[in-house]
């Protein structure tokens, strides 16, 4: 039986010796990804690996069980993407009627000046609140990621961008009005 220690050992060479191979494995699966994609989920899966509780079995095949968490992880960033994909469009979308309650129809599809406001309006809100409209409506986080990213439960996060964007609207109306 390998002791934990040994495993460790074990992992960290496997991990030295193979990670330009791995990369390759990432590069091939993934279309069009850059270096860093492909650098990214290794070390996702690494830090997963090696954050394992120290009472977990040991890992016997270890090019073996890394090559599949590493095709699992590929399998999810690939969900992820096609998720993003299509909120972005509804993003968009919804974003264009948001502009359209305060200033009409318009042939820009963003006017410079309701950019600068909601900016502005971003910034001035609390770190929370910020934080989530942020990661949700413009990096394309799902509240799933950042839950399990910072242990913060999924009906919290929902809650606090719903407050986020009240105040917005409110924020962006009052300016409107003056």
């Known amino acids: 039986m390998v002791s934990e220690k040994e495993n460790q050992n074990n992992l960290t060479n496997f991990f030295k010796d193979e990670y330009n191979s791995l990369k390759g494995y990432v590069r091939s699966k993934i279309d069009d990804t850059a270096d860093s994609d492909a650098e990214d989920i290794i070390q996702d899966v690494a830090l997963r690996i090696f954050s394992r509780p120290k009472d977990a079995l040991p890992i016997n095949n270890i090019g073996g069980f890394v ?16 998720e993003r994909l299509e909120g972005d469009t509804e ?42 409209i942020l990661a949700v409506d ?8 950042i839950a399990e990213q ?13 407050r986020a964007i009240s105040l917005l609207f409110k924020k962006l109306k009052i300016e409107v009005i003056i």
Do not use: C
């Open 91 to 132: 993003l968009e979308s919804s974003w264009t009627e948001f502009a359209e309650l305060f200033y009409g129809k318009s042939n820009d599809e963003y006017s410079e000046h309701l950019k600068e406001k909601l900016k502005q309006a971003i910034i001035d809100l609390k770190p929370s609140y910020r934080d989530i």
């Open 67 to 82: 090559y599949n968490a590493i095709r699992n992880k590929i399998i999810d960033v690939m969900r992820t993407k096609k």
């Open 150 to 162: 910072t242990g913060i439960p999924q009906g919290t996060l929902m809650s606090r961008r719903h």
């Open 138 to 145: 413009f990096e394309g986080y799902t509240y799933n990621e």
